[in-house]
């Protein structure tokens, strides 16, 4: 049985995020004031095949650790759709 | 003050060094002169192992204008014309997260060539890594050259050359080398904060808890399970920021802002604070309220030590601190002044209007321990020399030639360098797959060639030779392209030096290092030391990385090391000695082994070769020199690159000992016809013996009595490195 | 042969200087424009520099096109000026809607330094006039973002309007229907990601991208001579 | 008032995703098998200053449609925490 899942993958706190940072910095001059602790990251989605949600989610969990993160500097939550 | 006791042993001070702190302060230390101590007399930071030894190279010559001991060598490669040239290593964090290690070794060499007001216009990235049978390899290759050029590539600056060498005992311990090239264009920036009363401006990127201890600790402690603890000290690269603080920079030097500039590496700003102090017999006053953070509250000790990455701090006088925070916002990029310099010969930390800090600069910069560390010949060491080098003749010599040229250490590195932009500036007259890289200096005629080399296998069968065949190779390297060697950078790359055994490999290199610098006349200028490249008691080969510069006069044509045209006389010139096996790509791909003794190396014949190499300028078409791999492997590099093949004239002997031996001091040039007696004459003169030992042309490789066709050598050689790696995953 | 070509300098561009060598050699008069300028000075060609413009952070180009000078860069193709846009140049140029398409990862997903071999698909350009149509260039690329899409009805279109000026005779990126190189419909604005500064000089290896400058410079010394 | 906001950006469907398909091939090897559909895109988490979750929405959808996102290749969806 197919799963939807998706995984948000984003830097852990206090590692820097120039990306983040960058966008803030650019944000007001496009008339967006008070915009703050912009991080970004990446967004994960795809279709498992597992017995039942929690499989799914061990599998995907699974993933993340081997291929998906970088758990050196990434920390990522996962999501799964019935 | 909070003091604090025993705690230095968390932060790698010995009990002896903690009573010398004590010492220089008449005191106990405060918690935030305990983190400065620890991170300046880091050895990382200190050279506390190795300063005694290297005192001994050679670092003057008529071309050095700045030696070591500065953020770069800078050398007058031309009348007026001066270029800085420095190599770093970023071993260790490379291994704990190879993308961002890499990408900020990238970094900070490129800000040791700002600190002396130099514009990097090129890049080198000197690799070692385990075997690619490990996947785990495959990813640290693959994310080391992502970081190197995903850096690189967007400061601006060309990666021109480096080296990819695969062995077992990299495996976990990569080195992960970078060298990089400026030129001087407007002044020469020196790292002394001169004149009480001026002030210090913080320029660059926000301060945050990255790597607190990271280089330093990560740098000076053995490698064990507990690392683990240390990775969220990893360090992010933020290339743009780097970007605008070259421009920011160079605007300013250009303007006559800068008093002094130093760049913040390892150590954060407790390093420039009391190193440029220390140099100018001054004291310098810093409030760490004004630096600029990333995030909230940060205790003083980690804003002293953070190395929070793309920062510079800068001495100006107070008249002009404007126009330097005018050119800061005009390139987007944050400054602060921090601090002012003192009659004092003290570093003092402000927060909160308390004084956090007080200590003697030269007693962080100047007196921190040296350590005349036990050395002594490891008896392993005569067992391998006796051992039988692997040098018995292959069953079939086809078979060991395509074995050689698909051994990743010797295929084709494209799949690394085309990563890289290797082109930026227009100045690269010779980039990537020669023997050297040969540069252009913007807006100029003046071309340098530059070079890096270290062969870690002759190094751990014989250091001393090891290291002296190191420099001959490089000389030779950049000779081959039609410079004049003249200078030398270095990275030092070896195990635990608490150990007797690798404290004397380290010895007999720097041995081997200043009797081949001082015999080819190329003084060493700089460089690294790297040590602790050592997991769970297994240390790494000894792995000397020499940087070589070299000079071309104008107007000179480039020459590369293909063959360019058919019919044209192939000339070996240099002597080749069969037994020169152990040790070879030959012996360890072939046989699997890695023993016996190194090729043996006449440093005056190797004079003789370069002078020749020089002279041949404007007579040989393609010069090459045969190292890894032999003749073999020079020749077929040669067909591969000129995209034509060869005939040599019959021989006698075993066929693969003149084949495969790496004999040092030779090099493989081509000419017109009609110009070979020229050669051959030119080679008697210089006491080079040569010999015509074939033809280029053709679709074959034509070893004697062993034809090959092109086509597929050089599939092999341009595919085996891809192939490998093609199954690493991003 | 002279012509006044203005160089965009954005904070990151890194081939500003490469491309003014270019042009001067060729005998151009280029200037340096700052990105947060809001005026032109007076030039016939406007180029945007290959680069990082603001780090090329979130997407290529996404912020360049906001910078001050992107206005009077729009008026002067408007007005008939020639504006090229070089690798980060021409990523800044869709970002900008001044050109159709976007620029996605290289289906490699690593980044590529190499000279390509292109076709000149459209030799009656402003940008091209010294090729003959079909005539192979040997121009160095040097990208991450070079894969190029639009749908495939902009396509057609842009195909029979004849915009569509260079494709890859190997394509290295995985770029829609080969494409190299593209021109707005008034063939004023040409946005392409092979570098011609970089080969205009037969010791970098090629001469052919002077094919491309000064195709350009021809045009707007014609026009001045006019 | 702050308000926490995600947005998610994906490549729209029908383009091709070479990031996806490297993992999806990567992942056999791995030992997940049963893998299909494998999408990546972006996650921007952000603070924004806003009146009300309603505004808050507002604006972050026009940083999307201005910055955020590239409407030729990508499509976004915002979600706002209070
Ligand atoms: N990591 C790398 N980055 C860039 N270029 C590299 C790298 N590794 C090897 N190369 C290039 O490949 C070519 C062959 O390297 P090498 O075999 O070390 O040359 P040599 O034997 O002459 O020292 C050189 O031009 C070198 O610059
Ligand atoms: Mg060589």
Redesign the interface.
């Known amino acids: 049985m197919a799963f939807l899942a998706s995984v948000n993958v984003m830097l852990k706190e206090g590692i820097a995020d120039?990306?983040g940072q960058?966008?803030e910095r650019?944000l007001p001059?496009?008339g967006f004031s008070g915009v703050e602790e912009v991080r970004?990251g990446k967004r994960i989605r795809l279709l498992v095949d597992a017995s039942d949600e929690h499989d799914a989610r061990r599998q995907v969990e699974d993933m993340c650790e081997r291929l998906l993160a970088n758990p050196v500097i990434e920390s990522y939550e996962v999501i799964v759709e019935s | 003050m909070t003091t604090a006791t025993s705690l230095h042993r968390d932060l790698g001070l010995t009990d002896d060094e903690f009573q010398q702190i004590c010492d220089h302060l008449g005191r106990e230390p405060s918690y935030t002169e305990l983190a400065m101590f620890s991170v300046m007399w880091s050895e990382h930071c200190s050279y506390k192992s190795s300063r005694g030894h290297l005192k001994t190279l050679p670092t003057e010559g008529p071309h050095i204008l700045v030696g070591p001991g500065e953020g770069a060598g800078i050398i007058e490669v031309a009348p007026g014309v001066a270029v800085a040239w420095k190599a770093e290593s970023h071993n260790h964090p490379s291994f704990v997260e190879p993308f961002n290690g890499a990408a900020t070794g990238v970094g900070g060499i490129v800000r040791d060539i700002l600190s002396m007001g130099a514009r990097p216009i090129a890049l080198m990235d000197p690799l070692r890594f385990g075997t690619l049978d490990d996947a785990r390899t495959r990813y640290l290759v693959d994310g080391v050259v992502?970081g190197i050029?995903?850096y690189g590539?967007?400061?601006?600056v060309p990666t021109v050359g480096g080296e990819a060498i695969f062995e077992e005992c990299y495996a976990e311990n990569p080195l992960v080398n970078v060298a990089c090239l400026g030129v001087i264009e407007d002044r020469l920036m020196h790292g002394r904060a001169e004149g009480p009363g001026n002030v210090a401006i913080l320029i660059g990127s926000s301060t945050g808890r990255d790597g607190i201890g990271g280089a330093s600790v990560l740098a000076s402690a053995e490698f064990d399970e507990t690392s683990a603890e240390k990775r969220p000290s990893v360090q992010v690269g933020?290339?743009?920021?780097e970007?605008?603080l070259i421009?920011a920079c160079l605007e300013l030097i250009a303007r006559g802002v800068f008093v002094a500039l130093q760049d913040l590496g390892a150590g954060g700003i407790s390093c420039p604070t009391s190193e440029m102090t220390s140099k100018a017999n001054t004291g310098m006053r810093v409030d760490i309220d004004r630096v600029h953070r990333r995030e909230p509250g940060m205790e003083p000790f980690e804003v002293m030590i953070s190395e929070s990455q793309e920062r510079m701090l800068a001495v100006v006088e107070p008249a002009r601190v404007d126009e330097v925070l005018d050119v800061c916002r005009?390139?987007?990029i944050e400054a602060n002044v921090v601090g002012e310099v003192t009659p004092s010969d003290r570093v003092e930390v402000v927060s909160d209007g308390e004084v956090v800090a007080d200590v003697p600069a030269d007693a962080l910069a100047e007196e921190g321990p040296v350590y005349e560390r036990h050395l002594e010949r490891p008896g392993w060491i005569d067992r391998l020399q006796m051992e039988d080098p692997g040098d018995a003749a292959p069953d079939r010599l086809e078979d060991a030639f395509f074995a050689v040229l698909s051994s990743p250490n010797i295929a084709s590195k494209r799949w690394i360098?085309?990563?890289?932009?290797?082109?930026?500036?227009?100045g690269?007259?010779q980039g990537p797959g020669g023997d050297a890289a040969v540069i252009?200096l913007?807006?100029s005629d003046v071309r340098v060639a530059i070079t890096t080399d270290g062969p870690g296998r002759y190094c751990y069968l014989d250091p001393y030779e090891g290291a002296r065949l190191a420099v001959a190779e490089s000389a030779r390297n950049v000779a081959c392209v039609g410079a004049r060697p003249l200078a030398v950078t270095n990275c030092l790359n070896f195990g635990n030096p608490e150990k007797p055994d690798v404290m004397w490999q380290f010895a007999e290199v720097i041995r081997g290092m200043g009797d081949a610098c001082r015999s080819l006349v190329t003084p060493v200028t700089g460089g690294n030391v790297s040590f602790y490249n050592e997991t769970k008691g297994r240390a790494i080969y000894p792995t000397p990385v020499i940087g070589m510069l070299g000079s071309i006069p104008e107007g000179v044509p480039?020459r590369g090391l293909a063959f360019v045209s058919d019919n044209e006389p192939i000339v070996l010139l240099g002597r080749t000695d069969d037994n020169d096996l152990g040790g070879s790509e030959f012996a360890k791909t072939v046989h699997g082994v890695v023993a016996g003794r190194p090729p043996r190396l006449d440093i005056e014949a190797e004079a003789r070769l370069i002078d020749l190499l020089v002279e041949l300028r404007d007579l040989a078409s393609s010069a090459h020199d045969p190292s890894a791999g032999g003749l073999a492997v020079a020749l077929a590099e040669a067909a591969v690159v000129g995209g034509r093949g060869f005939k040599l004239g019959p021989r006698n002997g075993e066929l693969h000992r003149w084949l495969f031996s790496e004999s040092p001091s030779r090099a493989l040039v081509t000419c017109r016809p009609d110009d070979v007696e020229e050669v051959l004459e030119r080679a008697d003169r210089n006491g080079v013996p040569a010999e015509v030992i074939g033809t280029t042309g053709g679709d074959v490789l034509g070893f004697a009595g062993c034809d090959i066709p092109l086509t597929s050598v050089t599939e092999v050689y341009e595919g085996a490195l891809v192939e490998t790696l093609s199954s690493s995953i991003? | 042969m002279s012509g006044r070509v203005g160089i965009v300098v954005f904070?990151?561009s890194?081939?500003e200087?490469?491309c003014e060598?270019?042009f001067r050699d060729l005998g151009a008069e280029p200037v340096m424009v700052w990105h947060?300028d809001r005026v032109l000075p007076d030039v016939d060609i406007v180029v945007l520099p290959g680069?990082?413009a603001?780090?090329?952070?979130?997407?290529t180009g996404?912020?360049a096109r906001?910078s001050p000078i992107m206005s009077a860069v729009r008026s002067h193709s408007g007005s008939g000026g020639l504006t090229i846009g070089i690798c980060n140049g021409f990523q800044i140029l869709?970002?900008a809607g001044m050109l159709p398409?976007?620029l996605?990862?290289?289906?490699?997903?690593?980044?590529?330094?190499?000279t390509t071999r292109l076709r000149v698909a459209n030799a009656e350009t402003a940008f091209t006039s010294r090729a003959d149509e079909g005539q192979v260039l040997r121009i160095?690329i040097?990208h991450?973002e070079g894969?190029w899409?639009?749908s495939e009805d902009t396509l057609v279109s842009l195909q029979a309007k004849g915009q569509i000026v260079l494709t890859y005779l190997e394509n290295p990126n995985?770029s829609f229907a080969d494409v190299a190189g593209i021109v707005n419909e008034d063939g004023t604005v040409f946005g392409l990601m092979p570098?011609p500064?970089?080969a205009c000089?037969e010791?970098?290896g090629s001469e052919d991208g002077a094919v491309i400058l000064g195709s350009m410079l021809d045009h707007v010394t014609k026009r001045v001579a006019v």
């Open positions: 120039p990306q960058t966008i650019a001059a496009l970004v | 992502h050029s995903s590539n967007s400061i601006g933020d290339p743009f920021a970007k605008l421009e005009k390139w987007e360098w085309e990563q890289y932009d290797h082109m930026i500036f227009l690269t007259l252009r913007p807006n480039a991003d | 904070p990151g890194n081939c200087r490469d060598k270019a947060g680069g990082f603001h780090g090329d952070y979130l997407r996404a912020l906001f869709c970002e398409g976007a996605r990862k290289n289906t490699g997903l690593k980044f590529m330094c190499r160095p040097n991450f894969n899409y639009c995985g570098h500064e970089r000089e010791l970098l």
